[in-house]
């Protein structure tokens, strides 16, 4: 651990506190301080109290964490529909991904660490101001890391884009009307290589079936889902489902490539 680095502490009770080290700094509390340069001494993994003797964890944060808590433009895509978007897409280090938009970067980064080192993620934004909260969000958290995909950002409209046919091994669309940019992505993406559309209601994934269909686009539906997230408070011997929780947050509809 080093002054720049981030940290996160975690009270008894599971609240969390992303910030990063900075020599001559203090983690402020209602109930009290920590000095930063005791949180570096005290390391990842450790147990630190303020001075009114409430503990806290000491840990690096996961992606998650980090996609959770950091600075936002736009809605983030939750870290439990971005992993299940990589896992859908069928990622793998050294394989090409396109995402449009870029919104904050969250999926941004998922897709980032799973195409790893030798890997390339494009990514599309159509709005200056999301585009670049993105590229600091990923600037900040990838900066001491090496196993990442490159990443590459591009201001504009996807339908627009001038794209290599055959080049892409997976399109991620968090866009209001996906349907608007498929018959450019189409051509761009492998045969049995899957597109998955982000979409907060269901009027628009019926909506994106339609126009798939009547396009005559070589797209299969594949499936339709969403991941409820059902979390528990555990403290033997009681123990019951958290009392808030994070239910429907999009839908996630994946259409696969097919010859022709």
């Known amino acids: 651990m080093h002054y720049g680095d981030w ?22 509390h209602h109930r009290g301080s920590l000095k930063h340069e005791e949180i570096l001494r005290a390391g990842y993994g450790s147990r630190i109290t303020l001075g009114n003797g409430k503990p806290f964890s000491v840990h690096r944060p996961t992606l998650e ?16 529909d971005a ?4 896992f859908l897409l069928d990622l793998a280090p050294g394989m090409q991904v396109l995402e449009a938009g870029s919104g904050s970067g969250g999926l ?3 897709l ?30 990838m900066d001491s890391r090496e196993t990442w995909g490159k990443v590459t950002f591009v201001l ?38 899957s597109v998955v ?23 299969q539906h594949e499936r339709t889902l969403e991941v409820i997230l059902r979390s528990w408070d555990v403290r033997p011997p009681i123990a019951h489902p958290d009392f808030q929780q994070v239910g429907h947050t999009a839908f996630l509809t994946q259409l696969r490539r097919l010859s022709g």
């Open 197 to 219: 559309a982000y979409l907060p209601n269901i009027t628009q994934v019926v909506t994106l079936l339609e126009e798939v269909k009547q396009a005559g686009w070589p797209l």
């Open 112 to 141: 980032a660490r799973a195409v790893g080192p030798g890997g390339q993620v494009w990514s599309y934004e159509s709005k200056a101001r999301h585009q670049e909260r993105a590229k600091r969000n990923l600037a900040a958290y």
């Open 83 to 86: 992993a299940m978007i990589t």
């Open 65 to 80: 964490d980090y996609v959770l808590h950091m600075p936002r433009e736009a809605t983030p895509t939750y870290p439990k």
């Open 108 to 110: 941004t980064l998922f």
């Open 156 to 193: 504009g409209d996807l339908r627009e884009a001038r794209l290599e046919p055959h080049s892409l091994d997976g399109v991620a669309l968090d866009l209001m009307e996906p349907w608007t940019v498929l018959g450019n992505v189409v051509t761009a993406l492998k045969v049995d290589r």
């Open 7 to 28: 940290v996160l502490l975690q009270d008894r009770r599971g609240r969390k506190y992303l910030f990063r080290l900075k020599e001559g700094q203090s983690f402020d």
